[in-house]
């Protein structure tokens, strides 16, 4: 069976983004895909303080994380569904450290997201910040991942993966890792014609991030419904005077129009061609923002119900999987790197 394979990082509040980009392509995926191949929707907590964070708060939004999958709709009595802790798979970490040895330094140091996140965090620039992708690497060749759907501000850490695989198959003459899909395949496998990338509501041309101290620049899964339906009204459009979805010169607009289409379920052509031409920016807003209110209110009580238990026992039942697949591929990478029979 093929391997799909996700993570989102739980350290900070996931917002709509990351709902509409991650959770909601994933799970689709995972209904469409439960019955022929493992899905592993892993939560990467290792990767969750190469930035500061408030390391007391990690364990509950750990749990909160998972209580968002099944909220999501995660079917997580599938026997081929796994969710599991990347901290607690060992693996992953050693793994980490043998794919370091086997990267050029140049080639991690061209990773666009290292500069970005460390031009945000000038005097927090860790090791594991620059190192992260090789473990993000790890994460997914472990598990013999072929796609693995992510947002198109990974998709540089997915050739790298790429890279790291080839370039040890040939160094030992074998197939010790699976390459993961490529770009376009893997946009082609999530079903989307390119990434997707929800928009900041106060700065559209960058994505909505959640480590964002803007807090009217994006919509966290937490947001009480009414609050973040006036985020929306007041978010950022342009003077162009007239509804198009154009993501280079009106990219605040089209950020509406995106979001419509997915909390609505409907083709985003279908939304465009409702709106083309009109000129209120006022009506647009005031139908994403209840849109918006509706999908939050719904979703936080369904996060409501959902217990501590029972997602200790999701992930006790993920982690015997995970650890089990992981320590295999591990002990064969340490058979060719020569420190294992």
């Excluded at 003459?173 to 928009?199: N, Y």
């Excluded at 119900?305 to 340490?334: F, R």
Aim: aromatic share 8%.
């Amino acid at each position: 069976m093929q391997t799909i394979l996700t993570g989102v990082r739980v350290n900070e509040e996931p917002t709509l983004g990351n709902f509409l980009g991650a959770y909601t392509p994933m799970i689709n995926l995972a209904h469409e895909h439960a019955n022929d191949s493992n899905i592993n929707m892993f939560i990467p907590d290792l990767h969750s303080f190469t930035t500061p964070i408030d390391h007391s708060k990690l364990y509950d939004q750990i749990i909160k994380g998972v209580k968002y999958y099944i909220a999501a709709g995660l079917d997580v009595e599938s026997p081929n569904i796994h969710i599991y802790r990347q901290s607690h798979v060992p693996a992953h970490a050693e793994l980490a450290w043998i794919l370091d040895c086997f990267t050029p330094y140049g080639e991690a140091s061209r990773m666009t997201q290292f500069k970005e996140k460390g031009a945000e965090h000038p005097d927090a620039v860790t090791v594991g910040l620059f190192n992260y992708p090789i473990l993000m690497a790890a994460d997914i060749l472990l598990y013999d991942a072929k796609y693995i759907p992510l947002g198109e501000d990974q998709f540089q850490h997915l050739e790298l993966t790429r890279n790291i695989a080839i370039r040890m198959n040939n160094k030992f003459d074998a197939p010790i890792f699976t390459i993961p899909a490529s770009e376009a395949e893997q946009v082609k496998f999530m079903h989307l014609e390119k990434g997707l990338r929800i928009r900041s509501l106060t700065e559209p041309q960058k994505k909505m991030s959640k480590s964002s101290e803007n807090e009217r620049s994006k919509i966290s899964l937490s947001d009480e419904p009414k609050h973040a339906a006036k985020k929306i009204m007041s978010a950022t459009t342009d003077s162009e005077g007239v509804i198009r979805f154009d993501m280079v010169n009106q990219p605040g607009i089209s950020n509406l129009l995106q979001i419509e289409s997915l909390l609505s379920h409907r083709e985003l052509q279908d939304v465009i061609s409702d709106w083309a031409g009109q000129t209120s920016y006022g009506d647009l807003k005031r139908k994403v923002a209840e849109s918006v209110e509706h999908f939050l209110a719904d979703f936080q009580e369904k996060v409501s119900k959902i217990s501590d238990k029972q997602v200790e026992q999701v992930l006790t039942k993920g982690e015997l999987y995970a650890n089990e697949v992981a320590n295999q591929k591990l002990y064969e990478v340490q058979r060719y790197v020569g420190v294992r029979k």
